[in-house]
Nanobody, 115 residues
Framework: QVQLVESGGGLVQAGGSLRLSCAVSGSIVRLISMGWYRQAPEKEREMVATIFSGGSTNYADSVKGRFTISRDQAKNTLYLQMNSLKPEDTAVYYC?????????WGQGAQVTVSS
């Protein structure tokens, strides 16, 4: 049974930083990618950052230069370092891990950035 558990969300002032963590229990066969998505109220879920099994990364234009995705394979944990946060970054952030067969999602972590 694969489970993804996010942590590290919270309330921060604009310009501040947070680091999200996604701890993965269980093993995923033929993992292709790991990523962070977010969903703001009344908006569709959007990709924030992705890291592929080969190590390459991809970021949404809105977070480039401010957010960094990384992974610790020994700890089976995915991270998202978020710097220079803006009020428009306020959303529920979800961790996703995908194989060819299916995708696995965490329960989400609330990030609120006050102006």
């Amino acid at each position: 049974q694969v489970q993804l558990v996010e942590s590290g969300g919270g309330l921060v002032q604009a310009g501040g930083s947070l680091r999200l963590s996604c701890a993965v229990s269980g093993s995923i066969v033929r993992l292709i990618s790991m990523g962070w998505y977010r969903q703001a109220p009344e908006k569709e879920r959007e990709m924030v950052a992705t890291i592929f099994s080969g190590g390459s990364t991809n970021y949404a234009d809105s977070v480039k230069g401010r957010f960094t995705i990384s992974r610790d394979q020994a700890k089976n944990t995915l991270y998202l370092q978020m710097n220079s946060l803006k009020p428009e970054d306020t959303a529920v952030y979800y961790c996703k891990q995908a194989s060819r067969a299916r995708a696995y999602w965490g329960q989400g972590a609330q990030v609120t950035v006050s102006s």
